[in-house]
């Protein structure tokens, strides 16, 4: 496991933006080989996507051979809601990018059969050749993807009804009415994010650190679900300063001082 420490969030988009652009452009994808790739929404992502629009802009990372699987959707949000994943995703990256459009998956909240839908996802997660790198932020109660505390930390794509604390952070997307929030959502599991090769957690914000001190120093726990990836053999934790408040000095030091290790990982970009 690695943890990155970084100024802010400006810098931990950078960082990250650079990582994906070395992993897909080191991957040499083509017409027989395409890189498969996790996304995430919210906030926390934004500056990584527009800076993979400026780098396919200046022609340094191109999408055309790479596969894109969605971490969550909510159920019954039309996919031109402004709030919708669906909508996100295309407005903030894919319709700046050379991406093909067959080769995106985002889960549909709206099928008639919700059940088969999430196993269709995992289905075509297993056709595309499993996920090479998949990104994802967390909430302040460390749940990735909706992946809400109290989770199975072997759980597959399903639907998960959401937490009342998930409902009151994402009130703000929707006039800060919470009844306007859907009640549940399509997402991912623990266990589909864990098979990808490798995963890559951004983390910014001081209203998430004892998420990631969870996340880093305390035990695997099925209340935290991001504390499962201490399991995985390749994870990578990008974090702001102040996502690091709750973290010992210690750790903290322990982590800065690997910082040359870790430049190395976008050596060349």
Not at 12 to 24: D, H, L
Not at 45 to 62: C, D, N, T, V, W
Not at 126 to 155: R, V
Not at 160 to 177: H, I, M, P, V, Y
């Amino acid at each position: 496991m690695r943890l990155v420490i970084l100024q802010n969030s400006a810098t931990v988009g950078e960082w990250s933006a650079k990582y994906v652009m070395k992993r897909i452009n080191d991957f040499k994808p083509g017409p027989d080989k395409y890189f498969v790739l996790g996304l995430p929404t919210g906030s926390t992502p934004l500056a990584m996507y527009k800076k993979l629009i400026e780098f396919h802009k200046a022609g340094r990372i191109s999408f055309k051979y790479v596969k894109t699987f969605n971490m969550d959707e909510y159920v019954g949000l039309p996919r031109d809601h402004p709030e919708s994943y669906h909508y996100y995703m295309w407005n903030e990256f894919f319709k700046h990018i050379d991406i093909v459009p067959e080769n995106v998956h985002i889960l549909d909240g709206n099928a008639e059969d919700l059940v088969a839908e999430c196993n269709l996802f995992e289905e075509k997660i297993k056709e595309a050749g499993g996920i090479e790198l998949f990104i994802g932020g967390i909430g302040p109660d460390g749940h990735i993807a909706f992946n809400e505390p109290g989770s199975s930390l072997t759980s597959r794509t399903r639907v998960k009804t959401l937490a009342q604390d998930t409902l009151e952070a994402n009130a703000r997307f929707f006039n800060n009415d919470i009844s306007k929030v859907p009640q549940s959502a399509l997402t991912v599991g623990v266990g589909t994010v864990m098979d990808a090769k490798e995963v890559m957690i951004l983390i910014t914000g001081a209203h998430k650190s004892f998420a990631l001190y969870k996340a880093i120093e305390d035990g695997v726990n099925h209340m935290w679900t991001v504390s499962a990836f201490q399991m995985h053999p390749a994870t990578l934790f990008i974090c702001d300063e102040d996502a690091t408040l709750e973290l010992r000095v210690k750790t903290v030091k322990y982590f800065k001082g690997l910082m040359g290790v870790h430049s190395k990982l976008i050596e060349g970009i």
